[in-house]
Structures are given as structure tokens and as C-alpha cells.
């Protein structure tokens, strides 16, 4: 990480904008480089990132008892052409892996992303509680991946990461994260409320 990635004739900055150097996947996670992630993102593809972003829980509506959810955006090419008819591009991908662009998502979506990544489980959100006994089916994940983002995660906190501040002051118990940074529509651009 150079402190971002030339993307075409734009350039997609690090928050580190001096870079982070040379970086492997537990490095990016705790370090929250974005260029590790702009750079995959357009070797994997959106259409399978998407499909994998669903699987976690995103763009997902949850069967609560509330009355209504933001169920949010899990764009992809398709989408892009349905809504706007124009072709998904490079830069729609770098923008969406960091959660940025045509990406939205709400915090309860996150939270089951997180655990879902965590536990290797298709965990489902419940806001009553019951006598049922939950058995979540397995999402397939090899354990060993599931272990180093776990690994990664807990770096975020513990390991020199972007939240050592979140420690709890409880020995015994420890916590894993992955920092992120909300966009903010320019109020030259926009009203603040409409993108």
C-alpha cells in the first residue's frame, strides 16, 4: 500500500495516506487498509463479492418484529443496469468492497455479517427471546479461514489494530472488530439527506 490505487484515470486514496506498506489479508483487516481491499476487489469480481455480501446477511430484510427495515443495497452489475441502465465499472467495484458508492447497509446487517464471519454460522437476528433452541446450519466455510479472520479480527483490537481503544478492562475477556469509516454526502453536492 502506496497510500491508494490508481484506478483508471482516478486515484482511490488509503486512509493511511502515507500507505501501510507491504500487506497480507491480517494486516489489511487490522490495519483497515483500503488499498488491500481495492486491489482484490477487482481481482475477485463484484458479482462474487456481492453473492458472498447476501450470504453474510446484507441487503438482507430479518424476520423481527418491527414494523418496517432498512433492507439497504448489495449493488452488482445487473443491479446498476436495472436501476440507472448503465454499465457497472471498475470504479463501482474499488467504491462498493469498502462499503462506499451504491453499497448501504445498516447496523443490525453488520452485526450479523460479523458473526456470521466469526462463527462460520448462518446466524439469524432475534430481538425476543424464546425457549426455542436455535441450531444455525453451517455456511460452509473452511475452519481454518474462519480462524485467521477471527485471528485478524482480534488484531483490530489487540494486535496493533484501528480500535486498540476498544479494549474492555476485563482481562478475561476479549473482543475482535473491523473499524470502518461512514460516507457523508458533501453538502455542496446534496442536501444531506438524498445521495
Same mark, same amino acid.
Given at each position: 500500500?502506496?497510500?491508494?490505487?490508481?484506478?483508471?484515470?482516478?486515484?482511490?486514496?488509503?486512509?493511511?495516506?502515507?500507505?501501510?506498506?507491504?500487506?497480507?489479508?491480517?494486516?489489511?483487516?487490522?490495519?483497515?487498509?483500503?488499498?488491500?481491499?481495492?486491489?482484490?476487489?477487482?481481482?475477485?469480481?463484484?458479482? !462474487?463479492?456481492?453473492?458472498?455480501?447476501?450470504? *453474510? %446477511?446484507?441487503? &438482507? /430484510?430479518?424476520?423481527?418484529? +418491527?414494523?418496517?427495515?432498512?433492507?439497504?443495497?448489495?449493488?452488482?452489475?445487473?443491479?446498476?443496469?436495472?436501476?440507472?441502465?448503465?454499465?457497472?465499472?471498475?470504479?463501482?467495484?474499488?467504491?462498493?468492497?469498502?462499503?462506499?458508492?451504491?453499497?448501504?447497509?445498516?447496523?443490525?446487517?453488520?452485526?450479523?455479517?460479523?458473526?456470521?464471519?466469526?462463527?462460520?454460522?448462518?446466524?439469524?437476528?432475534?430481538?425476543?427471546?424464546? !425457549?426455542?433452541?436455535?441450531?444455525?446450519?453451517? *455456511? %460452509?466455510?473452511? &475452519? /481454518?479461514?474462519?480462524?485467521? +479472520?477471527?485471528?485478524?479480527?482480534?488484531?483490530?483490537?489487540?494486535?496493533?489494530?484501528?480500535?486498540?481503544?476498544?479494549?474492555?478492562?476485563?482481562?478475561?475477556?476479549?473482543?475482535?472488530?473491523?473499524?470502518?469509516?461512514?460516507?457523508?454526502?458533501?453538502?455542496?453536492?446534496?442536501?444531506?439527506?438524498?445521495t
Amino acid at each position: 500500500c502506496g497510500g491508494g490505487l490508481r484506478v483508471g484515470d482516478r486515484f482511490f486514496r488509503c486512509h493511511a495516506r502515507r500507505g501501510h506498506g507491504t500487506v497480507d489479508m491480517n494486516r489489511a483487516i487490522a490495519q483497515s487498509c483500503d488499498t488491500y481491499f481495492y486491489y482484490y476487489a477487482q481481482k475477485i469480481g463484484m458479482d !462474487k463479492i456481492a453473492s458472498m455480501a447476501r450470504r *453474510l %446477511g446484507m441487503g &438482507q /430484510e430479518f424476520d423481527l418484529p +418491527v414494523q418496517s427495515q432498512f433492507y439497504g443495497t448489495v449493488p452488482d452489475p445487473a443491479w446498476k443496469l436495472k436501476k440507472y441502465n448503465e454499465p457497472w465499472r471498475v470504479f463501482d467495484t474499488v467504491n462498493a468492497t469498502i462499503g462506499q458508492g451504491y453499497m448501504l447497509s445498516n447496523p443490525l446487517q453488520l452485526a450479523v455479517m460479523s458473526a456470521r464471519l466469526a462463527t462460520g454460522k448462518n446466524l439469524m437476528p432475534r430481538l425476543l427471546l424464546t !425457549k426455542d433452541k436455535v441450531s444455525p446450519k453451517s *455456511l %460452509g466455510f473452511a &475452519q /481454518e479461514h474462519i480462524d485467521h +479472520v477471527r485471528m485478524a479480527m482480534r488484531n483490530v483490537v489487540y494486535g496493533g489494530g484501528t480500535a486498540g481503544r476498544a479494549r474492555l478492562p476485563l482481562p478475561d475477556i476479549q473482543i475482535a472488530g473491523k473499524t470502518g469509516t461512514a460516507q457523508v454526502v458533501s453538502l455542496e453536492k446534496g442536501d444531506g439527506k438524498n445521495t
